[in-house]
């Protein structure tokens, strides 16, 4: 899943609004930035099958980023180190804990049985890519929903929440439906840039247009 994660961060940032929505941008997907930097360090390993169906991806060797108790110890570095670096309290902090995990529950539904609980004893994933229309339009249906919960829960103007949808929504139909990435070098790259793109967007769109808490807000 890539887009679809972020409907998580609307959620979170929409239900805690001491948390920036850049933060929460990036606790969604930190498993998938280690991930790119490990294949380009060779930590972990792919391949690309360019005849499977929405994406190439063999994911032969990710027991780091792509265990539940990896993305488990991820949650805790992410909840520690963003209640060390800030003075909000421990609900924030919890809050982005659990983003972390959001991610290996979100690419369960997708994944081709390449996602393991220890690193090693593998085979989960309900392999929804198999049927790029119904993941694409879950990842869709997910961003949509977590734009309009953010949008009701703060007072950010609609036009930037519209656009970040729209950018989360163009970025799907290119991930199904675009060319497909020739090697994993360029995977790698393409996903470390995409991350920092959405991570600049969502601090750009909530500094420009505003952070303060709206009328359902906490
Ligand atoms: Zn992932």
Do not use: C, K
């Amino acid at each position: 899943m890539l887009m679809g994660h972020y409907s998580v961060a609307l959620a979170a940032s929409g239900t805690d609004r001491r948390l920036p929505l850049w933060v929460s941008f990036l606790a969604v997907q930190i498993v998938d930035v280690f991930w790119a930097i490990f294949l380009l360090t060779h930590v972990e390993r792919i391949s690309l099958s360019p005849g499977l169906p929405s994406n190439s991806l063999v994911l032969d060797h990710l027991p780091y980023t792509h265990s539940l108790v990896g993305t488990l110890a991820f949650a805790f570095l992410a909840a520690g180190s963003y209640r060390l670096v800030t003075t909000t309290g421990r609900r924030p902090a919890g809050v982005v804990g659990l983003a972390v995990v959001s991610h290996w529950i979100l690419d369960l539904i997708v994944h081709r049985r390449d996602l393991t609980l220890f690193g090693a004893v593998g085979g989960y994933g309900y392999g929804l890519w198999d049927v790029p229309i119904a993941a694409s339009g879950l990842e869709m249906g997910l961003v949509a929903l977590g734009a309009w919960y953010f949008a009701r829960r703060t007072n950010m103007a609609p036009v930037p929440i519209v656009a970040l949808a729209s950018v989360m929504v163009g970025g799907t139909i290119w991930f199904y439906f675009g060319p497909r990435l020739r090697s994993v070098t360029t995977t790698a790259v393409a996903a470390l840039a995409t991350y920092a793109v959405m991570t600049t967007a969502a601090w750009a769109a909530e500094r420009r247009w505003g952070t303060s808490t709206g009328p359902g807000g906490t």
